[in-house]
């Protein structure tokens, strides 16, 4: 087979429908958005046009919508933008052990500074522990950063369980941000009556161009600029707009959204077919994270026994099938901080993939995916030893 992409929580293909959109500000309306003349003005039209299509699909108003470079700028500006507006309310900040390095590590290196920051424990199928949740936040906490879905092993937090325990909080100045990279085109999401102040979103992760995203910010919450200068994007994010990207990513997400329901039903059917037929094929494989009928559709994280990951990775390359042993934005780490909080033994750790799949993958490509592991599994074990 010519190809098999299974890497969709890294990136995925921009689709066509996206691309062609995208040609417009790039090739006749190049004008700067901030410009007076007339082709800054239509090219401002095409933004504000993008906007309220990102706004419409999340259930919000399009001036609640900043956009970014992407999920990691937008967790940054929700995070750093927070605690620079509301330090004089507290100085204490709770996320969980398996957010994305985007996340952790500005709070992580926040804890260096002298904040105090809780990281929350997950269970063994990678959801967060609600009842501890209630136990540390208090009046000195002025953020909850939680994501929606998690990016390695698929598992969805209890956003709405969540919003319950903050809400008494939210008065005393406490702001509750959501990382919904992974959620955005999987699982509806709807800000129209929600206690949510913040929630991150990505381009490239939604068949949309690189370089893109949001940050909804809910009206009435204040976040300080990262990027001062000329006052773009409502003051949040200096600098001239990418319009040709955020043109592309409005389109994105509106496809995404409008398609939701029948892509959501082949990728759900599909990785229930890849763990079945992974699981009937070899012995030795175990399933990490929440059961393969829960979760997102679209990912699947599994552990080889008596394999390397990074060696399966490239053995798998060799067939022209592309995988990944876990985030993109960490993968040359040894260890998942995501499957060590979730107490797997370091040899399951070692021998992890994650499959990703999205609304290009096919039946044919999960069968010859699953044809080659039994063929490629057994050989490094035999290497091995």
């Known amino acids: 087979m010519e190809e098999v992409y299974l890497d969709n929580s890294a990136t995925t293909k921009v689709k066509d429908k996206v ?11 190049y004008g700067n958005p901030s410009s007076l003349h007339s082709m800054g003005i239509e090219a401002e039209k095409l ?10 699909a999340i259930r919000a108003d399009a001036e609640e919508i900043i956009f970014t470079s992407g ?32 996340t952790l590590h500005p709070l992580q290196d926040l804890e260096k500074e002298g904040w105090e920051v809780t990281f929350l424990d997950v269970d063994e199928k990678g959801i967060l522990d609600l009842e501890q949740l209630a136990e540390v936040i208090s009046e000195d906490t002025i953020l909850v950063s939680i994501m929606q879905v998690n990016n390695e092993v698929g598992s969805i937090q209890p956003i709405k369980e969540v919003e319950k325990i903050v809400q008494d909080y939210q008065d005393s100045g406490l702001y509750l941000h959501i990382d919904a990279v992974q959620a955005l085109d999987k699982l509806e999401i709807n800000l129209s009556n929600s206690s949510i102040d913040l929630l991150s979103m990505s381009g490239h992760k939604i068949h949309g161009p690189k370089g ?42 509106k496809l995404a959204t409008t398609e939701v329901e029948a892509d959501v039903e082949q990728m759900q059917k599909l990785k229930e077919e890849l763990a079945a037929g992974i699981k009937d094929g070899l012995e030795g494989v175990q399933i990490n994270g929440p059961e393969v009928t829960a979760g997102v559709p679209h ?33 040359k780490d040894s260890k998942s901080h995501v499957l060590a909080a979730m107490g797997l033994e370091q040899k399951a750790m070692e021998g992890a993939i ?30 091995t030893g």
């Open 354 to 383: 994650r499959f990703s799949l999205s609304s290009f993958t096919s039946k044919e490509e999960i069968s010859y995916t699953v044809e080659k592991l039994k063929e490629i599994v057994p050989r490094l074990r035999q290497i």
């Open 19 to 29: 691309i062609e959109t995208m040609m417009k500000p790039m090739k006749e309306v």
């Open 212 to 253: 893109s995203g949001a940050l909804y910010i809910a009206d009435g919450t204040r976040l300080k600029s990262l990027i001062t200068g000329g006052g773009q994007e409502f003051g949040y994010r200096a600098g001239t707009e990418n319009v040709a990207g955020y043109v592309g990513f409005g389109e994105a997400v």
């Open 299 to 331: 990912i699947l994280n599994v552990s080889f026994q008596g394999v390397k990951g990074e060696v399966l990775v490239h053995a798998l390359e060799a067939e022209n099938i592309y995988v990944s042993t876990g985030s993109a934005c960490s993968s």
């Open 71 to 102: 999920g990691t700028e937008a967790n940054n500006l929700a995070i750093k933008g927070t605690i620079n507006t509301l330090q004089r309310y507290g100085n204490h900040l709770i996320t969980t052990k398996i957010e994305h390095s985007s």
């Open 47 to 56: 933004l504000k046009k993008a906007r309220r299509k990102v706004a419409k």
